[in-house]
């Protein structure tokens, strides 16, 4: 039977970030995979409420489900959960693909039921265990030709990677990293009646954030394009509860490094702070970040002085 998509996926939005890197892999390796960031256009306007059922109940061959404390108590996940388990109970062969990352039990989940363990798997790994349970080769990207659906396995060749795509990602990752902390300010503030907000843009690849409880400022941090010892390619990172020094930028308290692995390229964040207790950075892998991972984590940093 022919279906939309190969592979949905089911989670909650704390477990977004895992989930993704199992999305992209996916897709990256020519696999048709419903994720809703992928679908924006597609999903704009529509009653989410129908669509979902119907995709979660008859237009995915598997639906990979990210399993979690989060998930137990999220409306969409048990919407997503339903529909899914209605699928199954209309076909013999398994179709709800589980993927634990802790030991929360889901309703409707049998204890029984075969799993993979996501604390010790990898999204990566995940995503080539659903390429072999798809009839894929993991050692080789999918490329489906639309004209034909052919399936051509072309292996990843490493090569050179060049100053210039470092600077062109440096730059793209700082705007991304920015857009994220002006949006999360207005965001904090919007729920937040007795908070106020400040971001102030130094220059092009240099800001400041500041968060304000009662009049007082209570946490501020300065993120810029550069490093210590003359790192080029990196994204600094300074904190604190008093005010931040904008022009001195010999000194931080972290930073997130670009580096390649001939394929594709990211960050490596140096995780001075990785010991706190940080909630929802659990799948962030400080050796290989996303700008994205690199926007969150830094966040995390900077809102943790609103605790005390």
């Avoid at 048990?78 to 634990?100: D, F, G, M, T, W």
């Avoid at 799993?115 to 072999?132: A, F, M, Q």
């Avoid at 490329?143 to 090569?159: A, C, G, M, Q, S």
């Avoid at 022009?247 to 580096?259: G, H, I, K, T, W």
Wanted: one cysteine or more; proline letters at 2%.
């Amino acid at each position: 039977m022919k279906y939309k998509y190969e592979v949905t996926l089911s989670f909650a939005g704390e477990d977004r970030n895992y989930a993704e890197e199992v999305a992209k892999c996916l897709s990256d390796k020519g696999i048709k995979v419903f994720y809703d960031k992928f679908e924006e256009f597609e999903l704009w306007g529509k009653d989410l409420y129908e669509y979902f059922d119907k995709i979660y109940r008859n237009d995915s061959r598997f639906c990979v489900m990210f399993l979690s404390k989060h998930y137990a108590k999220k409306a969409w996940t048990n919407h997503e959960r339903k529909s899914a388990q209605a699928r199954s109970l209309e076909q013999s062969e398994e179709y709800i693909l589980p993927v634990k990352l802790d030991d929360t039990q889901i309703q409707g989940i049998r204890p029984t039921t075969g799993y993979i363990d996501g604390r010790k798997n990898t999204p990566e790994e995940i995503c080539n265990i659903t390429l072999k349970k798809l009839g894929v080769e993991k050692s080789a990207d999918l490329i489906k030709h639309e004209e034909d659906e052919t399936l051509v396995y072309i292996p990843k060749i490493k090569r050179t990677i060049t100053d210039l795509e470092r600077k062109k990602f440096l730059k793209t990752s700082f705007t991304e990293i920015k857009d994220f902390f002006e949006k999360a300010l207005i965001k904090l503030k919007r729920t937040n009646t007795h908070i106020e907000t400040d971001f102030d843009q130094i220059t092009p690849s240099k800001f400041v954030a500041s968060i304000y409880v009662e009049g007082q400022l209570k946490a501020q941090c300065k993120i810029w394009v550069g490093g210590m010892f003359g790192r080029e390619n990196s994204i600094s990172f300074s904190e604190g509860v008093h005010t931040i020094d904008i022009n001195n930028d010999n000194s931080l308290n972290d930073s997130a490094n670009v580096v390649d692995d001939g394929i594709d390229i990211f960050f490596e964040l140096l995780g001075l702070a990785w010991g706190y207790n940080f909630e929802g950075l659990e799948n962030i892998n400080l050796k290989h970040a996303s700008p994205q991972n690199v926007a969150q984590y830094y966040w995390a940093r900077f809102t943790n002085y609103l605790k005390y």
